[in-house]
């Protein structure tokens, strides 16, 4: 008998991942639940707010360990960090757009309205304006695209301004200052 176990498998971000999955469907049934249970509703949508945050972590980590090996490995170039996006694209961009797809359909049958509908297509739904009622499970993959592109954009322009020494240090340094970026933006 043959042991056919994935040696990459790292337990302890299966066990996130688990957790993350678990918090997110708590929070997605809060609507079987008395309204006047509070505490019940709060701890539950604090687990969907936590669970989606677990999931940006496990992203930006594994998605960064990826592209942090193509960054050491190579000569990052313009080639390196489009073949990065298009990898990623081909994994989120086909479900993607057939979801939202089936989602305009089943709005335009049911006759209600989509406001700005044009921003879905390019990711930018939420970045300008208050969330929508229209597919807002869509949020959480717009941050994640832009992330994409961000990130490897930033260290090739970067790199080839700075032309660095240590590219894991400066690895480090880009990822560091454009997480504190954000937050100051936030």
Same mark, same amino acid.
């Given at each position: 008998?043959?042991?056919?176990?994935?040696?990459?498998?790292?337990?302890?971000?299966?066990?996130?991942?688990?957790?993350?999955?678990?918090?997110?469907?708590?929070?997605?049934?809060?609507?079987?639940?008395?309204?006047?249970?509070? @505490?019940?509703?709060? *701890?539950?949508?604090?687990?969907?707010? /936590?669970?989606?945050? +677990?999931f &940006?972590v496990?992203? !930006? =980590?594994?998605?960064?360990?990826?592209?942090?090996?193509?960054?050491?490995?190579?000569?990052?170039?313009?080639?390196?960090?489009?073949?990065?996006?298009?990898?990623?694209?081909?994994?989120?961009?086909?479900?993607y757009y057939?979801?939202?797809?089936?989602?305009?359909? @089943?709005?335009?049958? *049911?006759?209600?309205?989509?406001?700005? /509908?044009?921003?879905? +297509?390019? &990711?930018?739904?939420? !970045? =300008?304006?208050?969330?929508?009622?229209?597919?807002?499970?869509?949020?959480?993959?717009?941050?994640?695209?832009?992330?994409?592109?961000?990130?490897?954009?930033?260290?090739?322009?970067?790199?080839?301004?700075?032309?660095?020494?240590?590219?894991k240090?400066?690895?480090? @340094?880009?990822t560091?200052?454009?997480?504190?970026?954000?937050?100051?933006?936030?």
């Amino acid at each position: 008998m043959t042991n056919n176990t994935n040696t990459n498998k790292v337990f302890g971000l299966d066990l996130m991942r688990a957790m993350a999955i678990t918090m997110v469907l708590c929070s997605h049934i809060l609507w079987i639940y008395n309204p006047d249970d509070g @505490i019940i509703r709060q *701890l539950f949508a604090l687990f969907g707010f /936590l669970g989606v945050e +677990f999931f &940006f972590v496990l992203s !930006g =980590f594994l998605i960064g360990r990826i592209l942090y090996k193509i960054y050491i490995k190579e000569d990052f170039t313009i080639r390196s960090a489009l073949g990065f996006l298009k990898r990623r694209w081909f994994r989120t961009l086909p479900n993607y757009y057939l979801v939202l797809l089936i989602n305009i359909i @089943i709005t335009i049958c *049911l006759g209600y309205s989509m406001p700005k /509908l044009e921003f879905y +297509f390019v &990711f930018l739904h939420n !970045g =300008f304006s208050k969330m929508s009622t229209f597919f807002p499970e869509s949020w959480s993959l717009s941050v994640e695209e832009w992330a994409y592109i961000v990130l490897p954009f930033s260290l090739l322009l970067f790199s080839f301004l700075f032309r660095p020494k240590n590219k894991k240090r400066f690895f480090l @340094i880009m990822t560091l200052g454009l997480i504190s970026l954000f937050i100051f933006l936030k």
